[in-house]
């Protein structure tokens, strides 16, 4: 599974963005999608996941409140809405999917850089 992210919106604190990722590959396999991202001298953070079949999702405390993920499986793209940004929210998000059952992300996409203006 090969996967890359892209993202629109106008980046300044208040504002929204929506992150997508694009999936190929055998995307039959994916059962989890998730987003994380990485700000610079931080460890890597969870922000949200959703499952492929039945849509369910998950949030990281820091988006919760202010973040949607859904999916197309249509088109095998997952988003990431993000609103009320925040100076904070910049960071490198990378996209990540599960393929196996033991509840590990072992597919990565190349990350985009965020960066939220004050």
């Known amino acids: 599974v090969q996967l890359v992210e892209s993202v629109v919106g106008l980046v300044q604190a208040g504002g929204s963005l929506r992150l997508s990722c694009a999936a190929s590959?055998?995307?039959?396999?994916?059962?989890?999608m998730g987003w994380f991202r990485q700000a610079p001298g931080k460890e890597r953070e969870f922000v949200a996941s959703?499952?492929?079949?039945?849509?369910?999702?998950y949030y990281g405390d820091s988006v919760k409140g202010r973040s949607t993920i859904s999916r197309d499986n249509a088109k095998g793209t997952v988003y990431l809405q993000m609103n009320s940004l925040k100076p904070e929210d910049t960071a490198v998000y990378y996209c990540a999917a599960q393929t196996q059952t033991n509840g590990r992300y072992d597919c990565w996409g190349q990350g985009t850089q965020v960066t939220v203006s004050s």
């Open positions: 590959g055998r995307t039959g396999s994916m059962h989890t």
């Open positions: 959703i499952w492929w079949s039945g849509g369910m999702t």
